[in-house]
C-alpha cells in the first residue's frame, strides 16, 4: 500500500501493524477513531504531518519483519488470539485493578480524593468489559467460527443478521474508549501525584497498561475481525 495524508488510520494499522508504536507516540487512535485520514489526526492533536508520515513510511518499508498478518490468518486464528491473549490479559488487569484501587483508597483516600472517583470508574469499566466479553465468547465468536467453516449461511438463535451484534460490540468499544479517555484525565495521563505510594504507581500504570492492550485489541476487532467476517456473511448469502 501507499500511505498518505489521506488514508484512513484504521487502513494502516491494518496493512502496516508495526506502524501500531508510531501512532500511539503521536496519541493517534488507530482503532474507535481510525476512521479519520491521517491527516485529519494528525491535525485533531495539532502534530505536524510531514514527520509522521515519514515515520510511517519507513515502517511500511520494513513491513516484512513485523507480526502478525492478522487480515491474511483464517478467522478462527484470530479470534482464538483475541480470546486467550486480550480477554485474558483485561481479565487479570481488572482483577488487580480492583485490588490495587481498594488499598489506595484505604491508605490515601484521605489526602487524594479523586482516588474515590477513579475507583467507581474502574468498577464500570470492569462490570461492561466482562459482559462485554461473555457476549462476545458465548455468542457472537463461536457464531462467525461456524460461519467460516460452513459452505453457506447459518442461523443464529440470538440474532436475525450479523450486523446487529457487530455494531452492538462497536458501541461498547466506544464507550470503553471514552471512559478510559476520562480517566487519563482525571489520573493527568497516569502521572501519579509525587506522595504517591509503590501501590500508588502501580495502580497508574496497571491502568496505562490496559488501555494500551485494549487499543490493540479493538483494532483487531473493529478493523480485522468484524469487517471480514461481515464480508462472509455477505458471500455465504
Known amino acids: 500500500m501507499v500511505i498518505t495524508l489521506d488514508t484512513p488510520v484504521r487502513e494502516i494499522a491494518v496493512e502496516v501493524p508495526s506502524a501500531i508504536p508510531v501512532l500511539k507516540?503521536?496519541?493517534?487512535?488507530?482503532?474507535?477513531?481510525?476512521?479519520?485520514?491521517?491527516?485529519?489526526?494528525?491535525?485533531?492533536?495539532?502534530?505536524?504531518?510531514?514527520?509522521?508520515?515519514?515515520?510511517?513510511?519507513?515502517?511500511?518499508?520494513?513491513?516484512?519483519?513485523?507480526?502478525?498478518?492478522?487480515?491474511?490468518?483464517?478467522?478462527?486464528?484470530?479470534?482464538?488470539?483475541?480470546?486467550?491473549?486480550?480477554?485474558?490479559?483485561?481479565r487479570d488487569q481488572l482483577?488487580?485493578?480492583?485490588?490495587?484501587?481498594?488499598?489506595?483508597?484505604?491508605?490515601?483516600?484521605?489526602?487524594?480524593?479523586?482516588?474515590?472517583?477513579?475507583?467507581?470508574?474502574?468498577?464500570?469499566?470492569?462490570?461492561?468489559?466482562i459482559h462485554h466479553f461473555s457476549c462476545e465468547e458465548d455468542v457472537l465468536f463461536p457464531y462467525i467460527k461456524q460461519l467460516e467453516t460452513e459452505e453457506r449461511s447459518v442461523s443464529s438463535p440470538v440474532f436475525s443478521n450479523l450486523e446487529y451484534p457487530i455494531s452492538r460490540m462497536m458501541q461498547d468499544h466506544d464507550h470503553t474508549g471514552e471512559e478510559f479517555c476520562q480517566l487519563r484525565k482525571t489520573t493527568n495521563n497516569y502521572q501519579p501525584p509525587t506522595d504517591a505510594c509503590t501501590t500508588f504507581r502501580a495502580l497508574y500504570k496497571t491502568m496505562e497498561d490496559l488501555e494500551s492492550d485494549l487499543h490493540q485489541h479493538i483494532h483487531l476487532e473493529n478493523n480485522i475481525l468484524f469487517p471480514r467476517a461481515l464480508e462472509l456473511a455477505k458471500e455465504r448469502g
Open 95 to 129: 482483577d488487580l485493578l480492583q485490588e490495587l484501587a481498594t488499598k489506595v483508597e484505604r491508605r490515601h483516600g484521605n489526602s487524594h480524593p479523586e482516588i474515590f472517583n477513579i475507583g467507581i470508574a474502574l468498577g464500570a469499566v470492569r462490570a461492561e468489559l
Open 25 to 90: 507516540r503521536f496519541d493517534i487512535d488507530y482503532c474507535c477513531g481510525g476512521a479519520h485520514s491521517l491527516a485529519e489526526a494528525c491535525s485533531q492533536h495539532n502534530v505536524e504531518a510531514a514527520p509522521v508520515l515519514e515515520e510511517l513510511e519507513r515502517h511500511r518499508q520494513r513491513q516484512g519483519s513485523s507480526g502478525p498478518q492478522w487480515k491474511k490468518f483464517p478467522l478462527q486464528d484470530l479470534i482464538d488470539h483475541i480470546v486467550h491473549h486480550h480477554h485474558e490479559f483485561a
